[in-house]
């Protein structure tokens, strides 16, 4: 069965260091999605992407973040420079046009 | 934006009891899925719903599109049941999927 898959599983980072997250949605799929979950609460919308562009992203993706999709296959989150705040699970998510979302495994971010 | 609107926030249930959660939503939707979050912190599939009812084994799933709102049903709940499940919608207006607080289920063994 296809799946969403993330890189790495866990990250521990300074505070003011880059990260760069990384996500191989599914093959076919046209539309991707950044999530995080601070732990124990609610799962939050960061940014859909769609057509090589992002189509919405919520207040939380601010100046410090970043998408992109290099190759035909892989779409990675950056975020310049971690803060304590960012400590989180990100989960990455694809699908097709009106179909369901399939979520990765999700990396959890530790900012030290 | 909509509003997803989940209950009861916390259950607590003896093995073997059956279950009803609810998922309430403000708007129009093209889709909602529920989704179980396992103690690893994964997200897993259980139904893609926008209407309709559908059932994978103990598990089923009715959403009420013109009333806003959808039920999961576990019956005979076990302890690999416990975790929070999660109810997540696309409005017709937003390229987003919305999530839910969540309901916290917890099964005695």
């Known amino acids: 069965e296809p799946e969403v898959t993330q890189t790495p599983s866990h990250q521990v980072t300074q505070m003011g260091q880059e990260v760069i997250l990384r996500c191989v949605p599914i093959?076919?799929?046209?539309?991707f999605y950044w999530y995080r979950q601070i732990l124990g609460q609610k799962v939050e919308f960061l940014v859909s992407?769609?057509?090589?562009?992002?189509?919405?992203k919520s207040e939380i993706f601010d100046d410090q973040f970043s998408v992109e999709r290099p190759d035909g296959s892989n779409f990675t989150l950056k975020i310049r420079s971690t803060k304590l705040e960012d400590s989180a699970m990100y989960f990455c998510a694809s699908s097709s046009m009106n179909t369901e979302a399939f979520f990765g495994q999700g990396t959890r971010l530790t900012v030290v | 934006g909509i509003q997803v609107e989940q209950s009861p926030p916390d259950l607590i249930l003896q093995e073997g009891a059956n279950s009803t959660l609810r998922c309430n939503f403000s708007d129009s939707v093209n889709n909602l899925q529920w989704f179980h979050q396992n103690p690893w912190g994964q997200l897993i599939n259980l139904f893609y719903i926008p209407s309709g009812t559908k059932q994978n084994g103990r598990l089923s799933a009715t959403t009420v599109a013109t009333e806003r709102y959808s039920l999961l049903y576990i019956s005979s709940s076990q302890t690999t049941d416990s975790g929070v499940y999660f109810c997540a919608v696309n409005s017709l207006r937003d390229d987003k999927i919305i999530f839910g607080k969540g309901t916290r289920l917890h099964i005695l063994p």
């Open positions: 992407f769609y057509n090589n562009e992002i189509s919405e």
């Open positions: 093959s076919n799929h046209l539309y």
